[in-house]
């Protein structure tokens, strides 16, 4: 078993080459513009911290979210907010030597960026959790890399939301609660720490805390006591935490400003809900994740490993799709694919580090990955929130198209079609280049790829030239750091082996 054999800086090693491969990689297919409104809000919030000292938002938001000093605040949680500081003050900083659009343009061109790095660190979170379990290194790298890559964690690396952020503290919980307490004598204070992250981070990640929680009280072997004691006492700072916050905006110990809000709809038809999660043109698990089919499998062969893990997997699954499929708003707003579900994909897709497949199997396998990679694509290099605000100036009047002919994955696709030729003509030809400004940039995804770096060249901030070698810089050094880490795991297999 790795877990036993390995040593821990080769497996360090190991996991930093991969986040950074996956950094860069990310980086290089990152928008870099601010379309939606829950990443604005959590950048208001983010530049209130920093100007002013104050966790307010702006007052145009919704009457709801009226806190008891008559001042508005965000209903998400401050821990996107936080995680923003830094990106927000480099973005800052930039903005003071480089004008570019408005004030705020570079700014949240950088904060936005700042979901990459989460993203990158939950590559290497899974990584390590399949390994915790057994599964052997070069699997569990290139498990960890698909996570990624044949998921929508791939466009909502650059999205701002904070969906990618939620799931590194969900399963920085797991890998904590699934680590040998004699290895890792404080992984279940780790775990209790990164569960109240969560929490602070979209506020339903309480019942991932009960989850875990159960799964740690219920472990066999002499250690169960103090590792329930580590677990409470790395999760109840931030319960306290959450709750004050709570208090202190609203008045209410539990009041996070959605119980006033109706736009959720808390309550509707699971059996609704439920279906359109798994099959609805907007929001279908299967159609923006068809990796996904192979979940099954990989549970199988997983719970033959390692029952428990299995059933933690499970549960968490389970409690989140009932909890999701029960909001009236389930589609989530202007999003590509299932924004609700992006927390959960590493339940779906770790366990097949464990299916070994063989002849068809294994071609039907690699398929279906390369089929999930490829659904990515027109999410990553479209943004959906431009292709809704440009059908909504021209008077569609749906804000979640619930039509087949008004899926996001054809409509971005589309978009793709017309803007990429486009794109590669005005970058690679010495063709005079549009005149455009930030806002129309913003907001006309049939005018350019979403990536930051061709955004530049369109802004004249840099050259044609300048953004070629970016992006030939960041596609080869993900793919240098990529191929030593799998080097790396190689490594780690032969003394697995000789041990």
């Not at 609700?340 to 897709?349: F, G, K, S």
Request: with cysteine; hydrophobic share 50%; aromatic share 10%.
């Amino acid at each position: 078993m790795v877990d036993a054999a390995v040593t821990v800086p080769s497996r360090w090693i190991a996991g930093a080459w991969l986040a950074l491969g996956v950094c860069l990689l990310c980086l290089l297919t990152a928008g870099g513009s601010m379309t939606t409104t829950d990443a604005v809000v959590s950048y208001q919030v983010t530049r209130h911290l920093v100007e002013h000292g104050s966790v307010e938002t702006d007052a145009d938001w919704l009457d709801a979210y009226t806190g008891r000093d008559g001042r508005h605040y965000s209903p998400f949680g401050i821990a996107q907010s936080l995680w923003n500081v830094p990106f927000y003050v480099a973005g800052r900083t930039i903005a003071s030597r480089v004008r570019v659009g408005t004030v705020d343009t570079i700014p949240k061109a950088v904060v936005t960026l700042g979901t990459v790095p989460a993203v990158a660190l939950l590559a290497w979170v899974a990584f390590e959790i399949l390994l915790r379990l057994g599964a052997a290194p070069v699997q569990a790298l290139t498990t960890a890399l698909v996570l990624v890559v044949a998921t929508p964690l791939w466009p909502y690396s650059s999205f701002g939301f904070n969906q990618p952020l939620t799931a590194l503290f969900l399963w920085l919980a797991v890998a904590g609660a699934v680590a040998d307490p004699d290895r890792h004598g404080r992984a279940r204070l780790i775990a209790g720490a990164a569960a109240g992250l969560a929490l602070l981070t979209r506020h339903e990640m309480f019942l991932a805390a009960a989850i875990v929680g159960v799964f740690i009280a219920f472990e066999p072997g002499r250690h169960r006591t103090s590792s329930v004691r580590q677990y409470i006492g790395g999760l109840v700072p931030f319960i306290t935490a959450w709750a004050v916050f709570n208090w202190w905006r609203f008045g209410n110990p539990l009041e996070t400003g959605y119980l006033r809000d109706t736009v959720p709809g808390l309550g509707s038809s699971i059996l609704t809900g439920g279906l359109g999660l798994l099959f609805s043109p907007y929001a279908s698990l299967l159609i923006y994740c068809p990796v996904a089919v192979l979940s099954v499998a990989g549970m199988r062969a997983l719970h033959r490993r390692h029952a428990r893990a299995a059933w933690l997997l499970v549960g968490i699954t389970a409690v989140y799709f009932l909890a999701y499929a029960s909001l009236g708003n389930w589609m989530g707003g202007r999003s590509y694919g299932p924004r609700y579900l992006v927390p959960l994909l590493p339940a779906l897709v770790l366990p097949m580090a464990f299916w070994t497949r063989a002849g068809v199997l294994r071609l039907v396998a690699t398929a279906v990955t390369v089929l999930s990679i490829a659904v990515q694509i027109p999410g990553v290099l479209v943004d959906y929130s431009k292709v809704r605000m440009e059908r909504a100036a021209a008077g569609e009047t749906f804000a979640q198209d619930p039509r087949w002919r008004g899926m996001p994955l054809m409509l971005n696709t589309r978009a793709l079609a017309e803007s990429g030729p486009r794109a590669i003509r005005d970058l690679v030809t010495g063709r005079p280049l549009p005149h455009v400004d930030e806002t129309t940039l913003s907001n006309s995804p049939g005018l350019s790829l979403d990536l930051w770096w061709l955004h530049l060249v369109y802004l004249r901030v840099i050259g044609r030239t300048s953004a070629i070698v970016i992006a030939a810089m960041l596609a080869f050094g993900a793919a240098a750091s990529l191929w030593r880490a799998v080097a790396m795991g190689r490594r780690l297999a032969v003394a697995d082996r000789a041990a």
